[in-house]
């Protein structure tokens, strides 16, 4: 636990204050605490201070000083403070009003993000890393997870999702003033890419957001003060003082706050403000956290009281998962011979329960050699010879007690079973398929911090940039063979006179609500070309078929970018399922 005394906002770290670390030992048959030693981190007195272990043992510490982001860490035992120092980078020079803080995520890293309100371009919250084991100096250089003027303030709450590697989440909150922009968010890390979501809007007056990870259900639960519910004294009351504390959650997967609030902790008569939890996740299999329920702390500073909200549940998942997609597709025929089997799932699983035994493929009784692998909500079977051709097969994922579960320990309820045809010797005959867009939008240079999502149209345009994103889903087509693709574009209002390249994109992890210019994935190869074009026109656009056919079977991402400065607009699926995106393929 680290103690420290606390200076107002605004103001510069005093010195001649010692922030101390204490450690206990918890005796769990008598429910005390023993002290084992206490240590100092620094010698001043100072905003906000937050520590964290890394895996080799060793407690980091970090906090503003100076108009500088400072850190400072132990020994391997975890109590032998060294000496503070400043974070090395340049854009650690950060204003008296600016704090930080510190997450080991994994594997083997401590994370840092502190804000930087100096007032110009630099302004956003900045993200580093240190390597566990590396001198105490090497810092990762800096980046923004957002980034301009007035995107940062000195609230943040950091939280890493230990069953994914490297995936952080920051609730933060921005100094944005005008109504409809974002007033606290959502900042999520995966591999090296930030992406940014509103939780809250300024209209919505929320303060002081925190962020928990319900691992079981695969839910971000965000908390924060927001103002007070009708019937209470200063109902609806925006102010900086406290409210009421109020929850909005999102899926982990598909981040987006569209969900109206729900009131957790109210008093009457009192502001309720400052809401705080644990760091752990919440029912974690990697931090012993099982079925540990969600509490949540916040404070009267009126009446000198603390409130708390129990949710014994936790939002624990008690729903049986359920197989909501299989490849090949149940009563498929002419599937290819080289086909792996996939069956997808309504949640996380236990990866110790998909094997051999409870997915397996048979021919008649005749069960067929092969490996089973499981990847997020996906398990793959892939036998160990190529099917025979002209050949019914039955695929079955076990439920009940001796089958599949969830994290949380649902079973399946039943057996889940489909069967396919493989294509005879001589070939089977082509299927065309038209698939609509799941996710479409556009980045712009300017402005670069801002998600075009809802936009009813699409950008290309080289000046400013303009770059659009489309995705589609063919997990159902692994194993088959593609003989051609087209892309059909519908151009709005606005036409040109040069060319636009379809590009693949190989990250997926983009989002329709939550892509912008500063996070956007890279766009590689090129596989088409549209343009010139005119305006209220359908273009169908060939692709390359030797660089999807290593797609199928999973997300599809294309972009679409131009050297030409004569912007085109392309309709984005929010104008209609006749006028969007689609992609048509001929597979066998």
């Known amino acids: 636990m680290a103690s420290y005394r606390f200076v107002a906002d605004t103001l510069p770290a005093e010195p001649n204050f010692p922030t101390t670390m204490r450690r206990y030992s918890y005796d769990p048959a008598a429910k005390t605490y023993s002290l084992l030693s206490a240590t100092n981190i620094n010698n001043y007195k100072v905003e906000i201070l937050t520590i964290d272990k890394d895996s080799t043992g060793r407690v980091w510490a970090t906090w503003q ?98 069953s994914s590697g490297g995936r952080v989440f920051a609730a933060v909150k921005t100094s944005f003033t005008s109504a409809p922009e974002p007033l606290i968010q959502l900042l999520a890390l995966s591999g090296t890419t930030w992406s940014a979501h509103t939780i809250a809007a300024v209209s919505e007056c ?26 209470t004294t200063n109902d609806g009351v925006c102010t900086s003082s406290g409210g009421a504390i109020y929850e909005k959650s999102s899926p982990l997967d598909n981040i987006a706050f ?82 792996n089997v996939t069956g997808s799932f309504s949640e996380e699983m236990d990866p110790s329960t998909v094997t051999t035994n409870t997915f397996t493929l048979t021919a008649g009784t005749t069960t067929v050699p092969a490996a089973v692998t499981y990847n997020s909500t996906v398990a793959t079977l892939v036998p160990s010879a190529d099917l025979a051709a002209g050949t019914s097969y039955t695929a079955t994922i076990r439920g009940g007690s001796g089958g599949v579960k969830d994290v949380a320990g649902n079973a399946l309820a039943t057996d889940k079973t489909w069967t396919f045809t493989t294509a005879s010797a001589a070939g089977g005959t082509p299927e065309t398929v038209t698939l609509a867009a799941t996710a479409d939008s556009y980045v712009s240079s300017a402005p670069p911090g801002t998600n075009f999502g809802t936009s009813a149209t699409l950008g290309v345009d080289n000046s400013p940039v303009e770059v659009t994103y489309l995705k589609f889903d063919l997990s159902p087509y692994a194993g088959r063979t593609l003989e051609s693709a087209t892309l059909q574009l519908s151009v709005g209002a606005n036409a040109s006179t040069g060319k636009q390249n379809v590009k693949l994109v190989a990250d997926d992890s983009w989002t329709e609500s939550g892509i912008t210019y500063n996070n956007r994935p890279a766009p590689g190869t090129g596989i088409g070309t549209l343009g010139p074009t005119k305006v209220n026109t359908v273009y169908s656009i060939p692709l390359t078929v030797s ?27 929010e104008a209609g399922s006749t006028l969007a995106p689609k992609l048509v393929l001929t597979l066998k």
């Open 65 to 162: 000083q100076g108009n500088q982001i400072y850190l400072n860490v132990t020994a391997t035992d975890g109590q032998t403070w060294g000496t503070p120092f400043p974070h090395p980078a340049a854009l650690s020079n950060v204003s008296v009003d600016d704090t930080s803080a510190v997450i080991a995520f994994g594997p083997g890293k401590m994370g840092l993000m502190w804000s930087r309100e100096v007032g110009d371009s630099t302004d956003g919250m900045y993200w580093s890393y240190h390597v566990d084991g590396a001198p105490n100096t090497d810092w990762s250089a800096p980046v923004a997870a957002v980034s301009g003027l007035q995107s940062s303030d000195d609230h943040m709450n950091l939280k890493w999702l230990d």
């Open 206 to 231: 929320p303060n002081r957001v925190i962020v928990l990870i319900d691992e079981s259900t695969q839910m971000l639960r965000t908390f924060a003060t927001y103002p007070k519910p009708g019937g």
């Open 258 to 339: 569209t969900t109206a609030k729900t009131a957790r902790i109210v008093d009457a008569d009192q502001y309720v403000h400052n809401v705080t939890s644990t760091k752990q996740n919440l029912n974690s299999a990697v931090r012993g956290t099982g079925n540990s329920g969600l509490l949540v702390l916040a404070d009267v500073n009126a009446t000198s009281r603390y409130w708390h909200f129990y949710d014994p549940s936790g939002g624990g998942d008690t729903t049986a998962p359920t197989v909501t997609g299989s490849s090949p597709a149940a009563g498929a025929t002419d599937v290819a011979v080289t086909a």
């Open 547 to 573: 660089s999807l056919t290593g797609e199928l079977g999973q997300q599809l991402s294309l972009g679409l970018d131009s050297s030409s400065s004569d912007a085109v607009d392309l309709h984005s699926k």
